[in-house]
């Protein structure tokens, strides 16, 4: 199984990107699958953003709730990473994760990195003042 994350580039503040990352696995499989998205800037630890579980529930980072936004499309196999009203400090590189084992009625910590079993390579995302 691999993770592909796309969409960043340079973008000014106040503005938006949207993110994806992609599965290569059959859907059926991909719905199965919890996703989170990470960030890691320069000199900083990894910090979570944001992460959507297999019944869509939604978790997100203080610094990024109410301008960020995770969404699924398993039909796809992609989720998404709606990024808005960025600020200088989101610049980072943003990577994404899937938890495999996930089972429907599982309670998990997806604000930390333990609980993720793959992680895709990073997208680069820089904002500009």
């Known amino acids: 199984v691999q993770l592909q994350a796309s969409g960043g580039g340079p973008v000014q503040a106040r503005g938006s990107l949207r993110l994806s990352c992609a599965a290569s696995v059959a859907s059926g499989t991909f719905s199965r699958y919890a996703v989170g998205w990470f960030r890691q800037a320069p000199g900083k630890e990894r910090e979570f953003v944001a992460a959507?579980?297999?019944?869509?529930?939604?978790y997100y980072g203080d610094s990024v709730k109410g301008r960020f936004t995770i969404s699924r499309d398993n039909a796809k196999k992609t989720a998404f990473l709606q990024v808005n009203s960025v600020k200088p400090e989101d610049t980072a590189v943003y990577y994404c994760?899937?938890?495999?084992?996930?089972?429907?009625?599982?309670?998990?910590?997806?604000?930390?990195?333990?609980?993720?079993?793959?992680w895709g390579q990073g997208t680069q995302v820089t904002v500009s003042s």
């Open positions: 994760a899937a938890h495999t084992r996930a089972i429907l009625t599982g309670n998990y910590d997806y604000t930390g990195t333990k609980v993720y079993d793959i």
């Open positions: 959507i579980g297999r019944s869509g529930s939604t």
